[in-house]
């Protein structure tokens, strides 16, 4: 064989294994924004500003990742919800906070 081929066919080995893997962790870092912004919610809906805080920046973590490693326009739209109620809530409103987490939660669903 030549040694082209070779190379040839090892590149494409490589590229087949590990492809499934992005798209794999695509979807992994979808779905922790997913559950982090329903546990941002439920503590909204308890009042506590921070619980949101806390938790929509960990959506907002996973969230970036999933953008970065696949730009979708539903996970854009739930980044900028969450950062929307990141701020909300560290201004001590949780009703508004829970209610930019909720818009979040739509598009990072449509995005999966």
Do not use: C, W
Request: proline content about 2%; hydrophobic content about 45%; charged content about 25%.
């Amino acid at each position: 064989m030549s040694r082209r081929f070779v190379i040839a066919m090892l590149s494409l080995g490589f590229t087949l294994l590990f492809a499934p893997g992005l798209s794999l962790a695509v979807e992994d870092h979808v779905a922790e924004a997913i559950t982090h912004t329903k546990q941002a919610i439920s503590e909204g809906k308890a009042g506590k500003a921070a619980g949101v805080v806390t938790h929509a920046e960990i959506a907002l973590t996973h969230a970036r990742a999933g953008e970065k490693a696949k730009a979708n326009p539903h996970t854009e739209e739930g980044i900028k919800h969450l950062e929307e109620a990141i701020a909300t809530g560290k201004k001590g409103d949780a009703k508004a906070a829970t209610t930019h987490a909720e818009a979040a939660l739509t598009h990072l669903e449509q995005a999966k």
